[in-house]
């Protein structure tokens, strides 16, 4: 399906709907053991985000305030904010300030499909900087299984170079990194999927993006196999995935086949994760910032695993 200079800019909804459009930028640092991320989910009226650096590197530097108890551990430092939106707001330009715990954020669309500013910050956490594009958006509705309708309308998925500065209470690191993002936006029934493996990994001038998920116990697989400019679309991906004693995700060891046939090996390896838990959808999001290698070439990356909170209660019962 051909992205257009629009969808990177927000999807008005109805009133009244559930609709929203939701994006994510991720940068790993596998040389300081951290990870880090913005989430910005907007609403019709609202929108909320969560701002966050774990891993390893951060040592004993836990937050136990942000929320859940179970949402934050040792090696973990999360803001979450959220704030009315101005009337017409876009994503040209799009300044959100929490009223209550003094958090912001700032989005600067560029150039469509390829470039934008990120501003966020907390009382512990700062993120600065430019989210350019190494390759076209690649969009889950050109995968040979399209896209499921209780995740989204559409989605893409871009990786590319964070240039900026990531702040962490007095430690400020330089980033020149890779990074990537993605934009969904529709209504997305998060009591559908029974699990899900999302990752990518980066090394050099390729990359990988993979999305494997079951519900009504069917499995689909999504994703994309980037080589500079040349993007080849995912058809299947044989995987292991493998879980510590808490049920975090330690490790992915995957072929991914592209439509082309092609088979690339992706290893990924956790140094920290962080857990979102939502009990309004009874859904837990955790994410794991991790070492890659891809065909060997090592690398950066993340692992994401979705779980109904019940079943991950069992898992570690």
Same mark, same amino acid.
């Given at each position: 399906?051909?992205?257009?200079?629009?969808?990177?800019?927000?999807?008005?909804?109805?009133?009244?709907?559930?609709?929203?459009?939701?994006?994510?930028?991720?940068?790993?640092?596998?040389?300081?053991? *951290?990870?880090?991320?913005?989430?910005?989910?907007?609403?019709?009226?609202?929108?909320?985000?969560?701002?966050?650096?774990?891993?390893?590197? $951060?040592?004993?530097?836990?937050?136990?305030?942000?929320?859940?108890?179970?949402?934050?551990?040792?090696?973990?430092?999360?803001?979450?904010?959220?704030?009315?939106? &101005?009337?017409?707001? +876009?994503? !040209?330009?799009?300044?959100?300030?929490?009223?209550?715990?003094?958090? /912001? #954020?700032?989005?600067?669309?560029? @150039?469509?499909?390829?470039? #934008?500013?990120?501003?966020?910050?907390?009382?512990?956490?700062?993120?600065?900087?430019?989210?350019?594009? /190494?390759?076209?958006? =690649?969009?889950?509705? !050109?995968?040979?299984?399209?896209?499921?309708?209780?995740?989204?309308? +559409?989605? =893409?998925?871009?990786?590319?170079? =964070? *240039?900026?500065?990531?702040?962490?209470?007095?430690?400020?690191?330089?980033? !020149?990194? &890779?990074?990537?993002?993605?934009?969904?936006?529709?209504?997305?029934?998060?009591?559908?999927?029974?699990?899900?493996?999302?990752?990518?990994?980066?090394?050099?001038?390729?990359?990988?993006?993979?999305?494997?998920? *079951?519900?009504?116990?069917?499995?689909?697989?999504?994703?994309? %196999?980037? !080589?500079?400019?040349? #993007? #080849?679309?995912?058809?299947?991906?044989?995987?292991? $995935?493998?879980?510590?004693?808490?049920?975090?995700?330690?490790?992915?060891?995957?072929? %991914?086949?592209?439509?082309?046939?092609?088979?690339?090996?992706? @290893?990924?390896?956790?140094?920290?994760?962080? /857990?979102?838990?939502?009990?309004?959808?009874?859904?837990?999001?955790?994410?794991?910032?991790?070492?890659?290698?891809?065909?060997?070439?090592?690398?950066?990356?993340?692992?994401?695993? @979705?779980?109904? *909170?019940?079943?991950? /209660?069992?898992?570690?019962?």
């Amino acid at each position: 399906m051909a992205l257009t200079a629009a969808d990177d800019r927000r999807h008005p909804a109805a009133p009244g709907s559930r609709a929203r459009d939701s994006l994510f930028w991720q940068l790993t640092l596998p040389e300081e053991r *951290i990870g880090a991320q913005l989430y910005l989910p907007i609403g019709g009226r609202r929108a909320g985000w969560n701002l966050a650096a774990w891993g390893e590197g $951060l040592g004993g530097q836990g937050q136990a305030d942000a929320g859940s108890a179970d949402m934050v551990s040792a090696g973990t430092v999360l803001e979450l904010g959220s704030a009315e939106l &101005p009337d017409g707001a +876009d994503l !040209d330009e799009l300044t959100l300030s929490d009223p209550v715990g003094g958090g /912001r #954020v700032r989005v600067v669309h560029g @150039e469509p499909l390829r470039a #934008v500013r990120v501003e966020a910050a907390g009382d512990r956490i700062a993120l600065a900087g430019d989210f350019v594009g /190494r390759h076209p958006a =690649f969009s889950y509705r !050109d995968n040979p299984g399209g896209l499921p309708s209780w995740f989204a309308i +559409d989605r =893409f998925e871009q990786t590319g170079r =964070f *240039i900026g500065t990531l702040r962490i209470d007095d430690r400020v690191l330089a980033l !020149d990194a &890779p990074a990537h993002r993605d934009h969904s936006w529709g209504a997305r029934d998060w009591r559908m999927p029974q699990h899900w493996t999302w990752f990518v990994a980066s090394s050099g001038e390729r990359s990988v993006n993979g999305w494997i998920w *079951i519900a009504a116990g069917a499995w689909g697989f999504a994703g994309c %196999v980037a !080589d500079g400019e040349d #993007v #080849v679309p995912v058809d299947r991906i044989e995987h292991r $995935l493998h879980l510590d004693d808490d049920g975090d995700q330690r490790a992915l060891d995957a072929i %991914v086949i592209d439509t082309s046939g092609r088979r690339t090996h992706v @290893e990924l390896e956790s140094f920290g994760v962080l /857990r979102l838990p939502d009990e309004r959808s009874g859904s837990e999001v955790r994410e794991a910032a991790c070492a890659a290698r891809i065909d060997g070439v090592a690398g950066a990356g993340q692992l994401e695993c @979705e779980w109904p *909170i019940d079943y991950l /209660r069992h898992l570690a019962a």
